[in-house]
């Protein structure tokens, strides 16, 4: 399931373009730096630069 999350976030999901026909593929740029996006997001999650707040 994690695998498929992140080929959708970096590769955009097809039922996007269905939904919306007039929204256009990623180019391979956008593609790469949503790539780069999704991996961060997975190893470090949404916290920030400075990591976990200390609790």
């Given at each position: 399931m994690t695998a498929t999350i992140l080929v959708d976030m970096?590769?955009?999901?097809?039922?996007?373009?269905l939904l919306n026909p007039d929204a256009e593929a990623p180019?391979?740029?956008q593609t790469d730096q949503r790539?780069?996006?999704?991996?961060?997001l997975f190893l470090h999650g949404a916290t920030g630069?400075?990591?976990p707040p200390d609790a």
């Amino acid at each position: 399931m994690t695998a498929t999350i992140l080929v959708d976030m970096a590769y955009q999901d097809p039922l996007d373009r269905l939904l919306n026909p007039d929204a256009e593929a990623p180019d391979a740029e956008q593609t790469d730096q949503r790539l780069d996006l999704a991996i961060a997001l997975f190893l470090h999650g949404a916290t920030g630069p400075g990591g976990p707040p200390d609790a």
